[in-house]
């Protein structure tokens, strides 16, 4: 990777920020339609470096990226979807349980590389720089890797799927990690043969993304404008 990656140079041109929204707005949770193409290692460091460099609470970098590309250790995880999966989809009943049952939730064996996102808790010590009132910085430092992981991955033409039906104590046990280790994402990476225009759920009639609007208060919780909140200035327009 060329060092003049990392110099600062100010805004980005137009066509680096529309790369940046690109890769924002067109990244998917892939659960199919994996290629078998093998991820060149180039690639793959390229990737986690990018998830390397996220921020974390205090510079404590709490993350670690297990690899995972043998076919036992894949099945072996699969089954622990099918069991949990098995479980979660009598939470439905009628129409959704049907429409959940036909969901496409994972591609642990389909895809050449799947990678299990954890968290140490205790690294940086006991003291950690800004952790002190908010202990869960650290997961949410977790979070932030896996994200960069997933815009990366997408710019280099990558499908990431997030594997969450899973239970993780008995994960822990197929991977051997520690107990005082936390897993935070089990993901299923690799080439695709095409990426979606809509995220699946929003396809197959689940969910539907929630406007903006609705997510945004000016000053206290509740008040949706500038207009209400007092400040002059204009506020988020719907498109």
Known sequence: MKQSIFQSGGAFSAEEREAVYRAIFERRDVRENFLPDRIPEKTLRRI??????????GYMQPWDFLIIQDSDTK????????????AAALQYRGKESGLYRGLKLEGIQEAPINICVTCTRDRGGPSVLGRATVPETDLYSTCCAIQNLWLSARAEGIGVGWVSILDYDSLKKVLDIPQTVWIIAYLCVGYVSGFAHQPDLEKAGWRKRLPLEQL????????????????????????
């Open 216 to 239: 945004v208060h000016y000053e206290r919780w509740g008040k949706r404008s500038r207009d209400e909140s007092g400040l002059s200035g204009p506020g988020l327009e719907a498109k």
């Open 75 to 86: 099945h072996a995880v699969k089954s622990l979807f099918v069991q949990a999966n098995d």
């Open 48 to 57: 986690l470096l990018a998830a390397h460099h996220a921020g974390s609470v």
